[in-house]
């Protein structure tokens, strides 16, 4: 027996592919959480970052930020917060979150600050206002930065909501979680396979997403 | 005109950018802020365009402070040019050209079109457009630059050492192609570098600023090769002086001698008659020069081109200076510079000595024009020294520069020796001395010669010569004896 | 905090005792992971065209999820260990080699031909004057690998109690014991401040040529 056996087994049987505990289900479950984390982090990491990012402040405070953000087990704080809250989508979001936020925020302060000075100082000297120098001068150029900060987080979001079936939630990680209690190896090696095709459609996502939104200007001369 | 009146950068921690800084900047001309790093020129240069607030004292434009109107208005009202040219990576040129326009809310196919045309001004290819700046060398993103400053056609351009970051050969290019634009839209420019060879080619008037924020001088840039203020501003001149002030000194007065010049297929006659000559120099049959050689080494009809030495490099009376001639002289192995026509023709040779005495000359003319003009302190007046005869003064040669720029449009004289500088706003009248009629005159230049008497300055004679250039046709006035340079106004 | 310290019999440890399995099973693979990345990263800046198909392959690596990654393993070597640390080194060979590569090749050229023309052998030249300059841009590497791979050894225990400290997660909610959570959380995060601490100071005495400001990314 070998992965590859297992994972034809659970992808050939019917009926993995419909009900509540079906295949479509649960990934648009996954899906569905992941977005909504990514979202509220994206709310939360992005406006701080580019803000702190174009006066150039808070880098030690980030820096703080970003450590203890990797430092925080993503499974603890997942298994604290449904003690603490009990079942439901918040004990979940807020690991999500809150572990999604320092990348974004981290990496979109380092991309905006890293922006090479000149262009900044022409744009103002030219009569930019402050907004549109961060918008349309600062951003355009921080932008693949700033994307693989989100696809960091994004990566990081559809793990950790794989890991969050333990706590009852849905998704694929149901799969991977029952199947080991279960002792269903082949339902886990289809969760397996499906949530690591799910990060890599994340990763085709946001590759797709820098090719259409970043200047080819900014593409080629970095 | 932009007057900075006592202003004062001092930042919290104590250091002192700029000290107490007065200086009348000048309408449609450049203005070059020069001096060592920490002197504070480029902190001064921001405040004009408010990057900068000042501690103390003001900015005035055209006799309004600048804080009286919105930050951007201002900003938007200058052209602003750095090093680098800081063009946005994320833009086609053309794009990068229309930022001001779009700025200022026209729409976007007329920023566009305004973009287009000043690529042009600047000498860029319409096919660079749609490119990214990182397709482009540094002189081209440079050119960019300063075509995104023109875009909407601001009365003042700010460059901040915008021709540091390329190299010698491109950035004479670039300095030489700035002067063309100015001569075109005569923008008052401010102009900071480090450079002080940038600053006397490109500058109308040069301030010098030492460490600490201090203006150390601020002339004209031949005043400032002739009568440096102080030891620091000598130093910072560097060596050759003297050579380099021979820039603004016109050649167009040298006595030429056409007698040394004979063609390719001169016939033996007349190779005979100039064999006197220690040397002659042969032209081809349309009278280009070819080079030197001993009268005795040429024999008619048969001159072997080969054989001839290099006549060094050409000047242009009228158009070159002193330098050029005295650095043809120097080059050519005789001791004899080739004198020559915008289409190359010769049209005389000068010795190594004429050329010093007319140096001598335009010296003492210069000296005693400085005199004058502490004295009497009245601009647009060209230095006039028949009658007088102030102390150095050995003769009353005289040189008096007039051009006509831009179809008398803005006029300006200038007087030899940089001491006293005429400038004139109206029509054509306002060039000194130009032998050319009204405002038709493209350029009219009068510059004095050496004088008609070799060998020495102390006859009094003096040489106008006037030249219109309009067309190629050069109307020479020919040198008057006696002629005051004033009545030629 | 009743009973903070007080560990159920079945975590067959003490705290210190289960710390101590944490470090090894996060910090082991951050080391295999370093002395495979040295050669690779060096492979890279020797060819520069393997960098690229190398970055590609760790980039999607890297995306694999870590439960996911466990599970394909535990085929191979049951619920062990090894099934948790392999998956680790990997995440961990993802993060350092970039850093070494982008460190390496950092080295102004004028120092690398200096150091040629005075003589140095690629091997003396790769240790003793790429490395140390590479250095800050490798300890950077390693802060990132070491608090994440600290960070995600709690998830083996999912796979047969194979999560050290994360372990603890799973007597909490058996026995309802919040306290062990957030023992096991504040122990984790602090062992991995504490690790990156370390590989700060690590870098101030290896490279003492640094200007100080600026020291934390």
């Avoid at chain 1, 295949?23 to 909504?36: D, G, K, M, N, Q």
């Avoid at chain 2, 070819?290 to 050409?314: M, N």
Wanted: charged letters at 20%.
């Amino acid at each position: 027996m070998n992965v590859l056996n297992f994972a034809h087994a659970f992808f050939s049987d019917s009926a993995h592919w419909h009900g509540y505990d079906g295949i479509p289900t649960r990934l648009a479950e996954h899906v569905r959480y992941s977005l909504e984390a990514l979202l509220f982090a994206a709310l939360i990491g992005l406006p701080v970052g580019l803000v702190t990012g174009h006066y150039g402040r808070g880098g030690n405070a980030l820096a703080l930020i970003a450590t203890a953000g990797r430092a925080l087990p993503s499974f603890g704080l997942l298994v604290l917060m449904f003690i603490w809250i009990g079942f439901g989508l918040l004990p979940v979001m807020i690991p999500l979150v809150v572990l999604a936020v320092p990348p974004i925020l981290v990496t979109t302060y380092e991309a905006v600050r890293s922006v090479d000075p000149s262009p900044v100082d022409a744009a103002r000297g030219m009569g930019m206002p402050e907004a549109r120098v961060l918008f349309q001068v600062e951003l355009p150029v921080a932008l693949p930065l700033i994307l693989s900060g989100l696809r960091t987080a994004a990566i990081q979001i559809v793990s950790t909501a794989t890991i969050a079936a333990y706590v009852s939630l849905g998704g694929l990680g149901r799969y991977i979680i029952d199947g080991l209690y279960q002792r269903n190896y082949e339902k886990v090696v289809g969760g397996a396979t499906l949530v690591a095709g799910l990060a890599l459609t994340t990763l085709v996502v946001f590759w797709a997403a820098s090719r259409i939104t970043v200047s080819p200007g900014v593409r080629r001369s970095s | 005109m932009i007057r900075i009146e006592s202003v004062t950068k001092r930042y919290p921690d104590g250091t002192v950018a700029v000290d107490r800084l007065s200086l009348e900047i000048p309408d449609r001309a450049i203005t070059v802020l020069v001096g060592p790093s920490g002197c504070g020129k480029t902190t001064t240069l921001r405040m004009i365009n408010r990057m900068v607030e000042p501690t103390e004292g003001s900015i005035l434009l055209d006799g309004t402070d600048i804080r009286q109107q919105p930050v951007n208005t201002l900003r938007r009202s200058m052209g602003y040019v750095i090093q680098n040219a800081g063009l946005f990576q994320h833009r086609t040129i053309l794009d990068n050209i229309a930022t001001v326009p779009r700025l200022l809310g026209w729409s976007k196919q007329k920023s566009r079109a305004k973009a287009a045309e000043l690529m042009e001004r600047v000498g860029l290819d319409a096919a660079l457009a749609k490119r990214y700046p990182y397709q482009l060398s540094g002189g081209q993103q440079q050119r960019v630059g300063v075509a995104r400053a023109l875009a909407a056609d601001p009365p003042v351009l700010l460059m901040d050492e915008p021709f540091s970051a390329v190299d010698p050969v491109v950035r004479k290019g670039l300095q030489d192609e700035l002067l063309r634009i100015q001569d075109e839209l005569g923008k008052t420019i401010v102009f900071v570098t480090h450079d002080i060879d940038e600053a006397i080619k490109l500058g109308t008037m040069v301030a010098v600023l030492r460490t600490g924020g201090r203006l150390a001088q601020f002339a004209p840039p031949a005043e400032l090769l002739s009568a440096p203020a102080d030891s620091f501003v000598e130093d910072f001149l560097g060596a050759d002086r003297g050579i380099r002030r021979l820039s603004f000194f016109p050649s167009a007065g040298l006595e030429l001698q056409t007698a040394p010049i004979v063609a390719i297929d001169a016939d033996a006659g007349l190779l005979a008659s100039r064999a006197d000559a220690p040397y002659l120099l042969v032209t081809d049959p349309d009278g280009r020069p070819l080079g030197w050689s001993e009268p005795d080494r040429l024999t008619a009809g048969a001159v072997d081109r080969a054989q001839l030495l290099d006549h060094g490099r050409p000047f242009v009376p009228g158009k070159d200076s002193l330098r050029t001639a005295l650095d043809g002289a120097v080059l050519s192995p005789t001791g004899w510079a080739v004198a020559m026509d915008d289409e190359g023709h010769a049209v005389g040779v000068v010795s190594q000595q004429t050329i010093a005495e007319a140096i001598r000359a335009a010296h003492s003319r210069a000296a005693r024009g400085r005199a004058e003009d502490a004295g009497d302190a009245e601009r647009g007046q060209a230095a006039d020294g028949t009658d007088a005869e102030p102390a150095g003064a050995e003769g009353g040669t005289e040189a008096a520069q007039g051009r006509a720029e831009d179809g008398g449009d803005a006029a300006q004289g200038r007087a030899d020796g940089g001491a006293a500088q005429g400038r004139a706003e109206d029509g054509g009248g306002a060039a000194q001395g130009r032998a050319e009629d009204g405002a038709e005159a493209e350029r009219g230049q009068v510059a004095d010669g050496a004088d008609a008497e070799p060998g020495g300055a102390e006859g009094g004679t003096e040489a106008a010569q006037g030249r219109g250039a309009d067309g190629g046709d050069a109307a020479q006035g020919g040198s008057v004896d006696g002629v005051d340079l004033k009545a030629a106004q | 905090m009743n009973g903070f310290f007080d560990l159920p019999s079945d975590l067959q440890h003490s705290y210190l005792g289960l710390v101590g399995l944490h470090a090894r099973e996060g910090l082991l693979p951050v080391l295999v992971a370093l002395l495979v990345a040295l050669p690779v990263a060096q492979l890279c800046v020797r060819f520069r065209w393997v960098y690229p198909p190398v970055l590609g392959v760790t980039t999607v690596l890297y995306s694999i999820p870590s439960l996911a990654f466990f599970v394909v393993l535990i085929d191979y070597f049951g619920q062990s260990e090894t099934t948790v640390m392999i998956p680790l080194a990997v995440y961990s060979l993802v993060v350092l080699v970039p850093g070494i590569v982008d460190g390496v090749r950092s080295v102004p050229q004028e120092t690398l031909a200096a150091a040629q023309a005075m003589g140095f052998g690629p091997v003396r030249r790769y240790l003793q004057v790429q490395l140390p300059i590479a250095a800050p841009a490798i300890i950077a590497g390693l802060r990132v690998a070491v608090v994440s791979s600290l960070s995600l050894v709690s998830v083996g225990m999912l796979i047969g109690n194979q999560g050290a400290l994360g372990n603890m997660l799973n007597d909490a909610t058996t026995y309802h014991r919040p306290a062990l959570a957030v023992n096991s959380v504040l122990t984790t995060a602090l062992l991995g401040i504490l690790a990156d601490a370390l590989l700060v100071l690590v870098r101030r005495l290896l490279t003492p040529w640094m200007p100080r400001k600026g020291a934390t990314r």
